[in-house]
């Protein structure tokens, strides 16, 4: 008995480690050469995925909802490799969140 309630806190301690959200390092100058040298995709947030892994989603989102004309009501919503994106254009600088399934990864740019 005690062994079987010993496995289920080991089990619900990495599921709440894994749902802890972690800062992440920013991706510094993402665009050299164009008009927004200099510009990093800031302040990322990792759920459920590792850093490298949260810097590479902002990275590629980012670049893929550049390329798309913004609406008129200041909110991009797109799907980057089986992550749901959304980004808020209204604010000083632009907030991103893109989920995919529990794992969540945020930035600003």
Not at 29 to 35: A, D, F, I, S, V
Not at 54 to 59: P, Y
Request: hydrophobic share 35%.
């Amino acid at each position: 008995m005690a062994s079987v309630v010993c496995a289920l806190v080991v089990l619900g301690a990495a599921d709440t480690a894994q749902a802890s959200t972690r800062s992440c390092r920013p991706v510094v100058n993402p665009y050299p050469g164009t008009r927004y040298e200099g510009i990093n995709l800031s302040h990322i947030r990792a759920t459920g995925v590792s850093c490298r892994t949260a810097r590479r989603v902002a990275k590629g989102a980012h670049r893929k909802a550049l390329g798309i004309t913004p609406p008129r009501n200041g909110v991009r919503r797109f799907t980057w490799h089986g992550w749901r994106v959304k980004g808020d254009l209204r604010g000083r600088s632009d907030s991103y969140v893109a989920r995919s399934g529990a794992k969540r990864v945020r930035w600003r740019f």
